[in-house]
Nanobody, 120 residues
Framework: QVQLVESGGGLVQAGGSLRLSCAASRRFTYAMGWFRQAPGNEREFVAAINWSGERTRYADSVKGRFTISRDNAKNTVYLQMNGLNPEDTALYYC???????????????WGQGTQVTVSS
């Protein structure tokens, strides 16, 4: 099991940028994913990266705007978010799991989330 802590959320105007970080408590070789959940909605896949960083996946809604990356020396995964719009407002979670997948249920460890709010 690995503990995950997200940071970097905040309030930003439409068109702005934020970089989220997810720090792990120890070195691990799992895939990492970012998901988000707005009030009244289910948890939604955003992006994922395999353990080496060589393979990534993105939701269609964020392709070309968001970039996932990882620094295994720091046990940290990042989500660079550019061109934010109000529809991106949500609680953003990072998860760790053995597979590079869009499916939340395949991730075994989760952080507590960081809030991203985009004003129009």
């Amino acid at each position: 099991q690995v503990q995950l802590v997200e940071s970097g959320g905040g309030l930003v105007q439409a068109g702005g940028s934020l970089r989220l970080s997810c720090a792990a408590s120890r070195r691990f070789t799992y895939a990492m994913g970012w998901f988000r959940q707005a009030p009244g909605n289910e948890r939604e896949f955003v992006a994922a990266i395999n353990w080496s960083g060589e393979r990534t996946r993105y939701a269609d809604s964020v392709k070309g705007r968001f970039t996932i990356s990882r620094d295994n020396a720091k046990n940290t995964v990042y989500l660079q978010m550019n061109g934010l719009n109000p529809e991106d407002t949500a609680l953003y979670y990072c998860g760790a799991g053995p597979l590079l997948t869009n499916t939340a249920g395949e991730y075994t460890d989760w952080g507590q989330g960081t809030q991203v709010t985009v004003s129009s």
